[in-house]
T-cell receptor, first 115, second 113 residues
Framework: KQEVTQIPAALSVPEGENLVLNCSFT??????LQWFRQDPGKGLTSLLL?????REQTSGRLNASLDKSSGRSTLYIAASQPGDSATYLC??????????????FGAGTRLAVHP | DAGITQSPRHKVTETGTPVTLRCHQT?????MYWYRQDPGHGLRLIHY???????DKGEVSDGYSVSRSKTEDFLLTLESATSSQTSVYFC????????????FGPGTRLTVL
């Protein structure tokens, strides 16, 4: 059974710092891995999706990498800003998930960027 | 933003009462999902639908039922609410394809007293 773990559960950093959020999964047979952002009281917004054949994806100050062999993904945020404060969740889609887009979520990392 | 709305956004109810949550989409996506989010657990799939009248169970389906009579609407029903069903419920939609992304609604906060 696929399990997804995110460490740390919470992180507080000063503005401008580069930071890395970690996601680990127990089964390397994943179809893709996604990173989401969740603001308090809101739904999830997709940030980056990495297909199993890819090693990384970039969007602006965000870079996500995927290493299937070690069962790890990282989300790198460059030059953090207070507006980056949110909870970040990763989710893996198991390779054998049937005909639908099944996602297994981690519990998230709550990020606070202070001025 | 994807056109997904959930209603109600907040609800307080008593143990033993039936509750129905509604998810409405304007994207004409085939797949719809209901998740619950609890502290320390991330999001867990309750039920999903792969077409009109086509639904299946997720990992935490006990005590919940769903219906999808139209492409745009997916209803989640708690037949007899319990305190353990106090949670935030999210609806999501997707099309299985190149993007494979799920789009989420704003959520419904349900409190069962």
């Amino acid at each position: 059974k696929q399990e997804v773990t995110q460490i740390p559960a919470a992180l507080s950093v000063p503005e401008g710092e580069n930071l890395v959020l970690n996601c680990s999964f127990t089964d390397s047979a994943i179809y893709n891995l996604q990173w989401f952002r969740q603001d308090p009281g809101k739904g999830l917004t997709s940030l980056l999706l990495i297909q199993s054949s890819q090693r990384e994806q970039t969007s602006g100050r965000l870079n996500a990498s995927l290493d299937k062999s070690s069962g790890r993904s990282t989300l790198y945020i460059a030059a953090s800003q207070p507006g980056d404060s949110a909870t970040y969740l990763c989710a893996g889609r198991p390779f054998f998930s049937g005909g639908y887009n099944k996602l297994i979520f981690g519990a998230g990392t709550r990020l606070a960027v202070h001025p | 933003d994807a056109g997904i709305t959930q209603s109600p956004r907040h609800k307080v109810t008593e143990t033993g009462t039936p509750v129905t949550l509604r998810c409405h989409q304007t994207e004409n996506h085939r797949y719809m999902y209901w998740y619950r989010q609890d502290p320390g657990h991330g999001l867990r799939l309750i039920h999903y639908s792969y077409g009109v009248k086509d639904t299946d169970k997720g990992e935490v389906s006990d005590g919940y039922s769903v219906s999808r009579s139209k492409t745009e609407d997916f209803l989640l029903t708690l037949e007899s609410a319990t305190s353990s069903q106090t949670s935030v419920y999210f609806c999501a939609i997707s099309e299985v394809g190149d993007t494979d992304t799920q789009y989420f609604g704003p959520g419904t906060r349900l409190t069962v007293l």
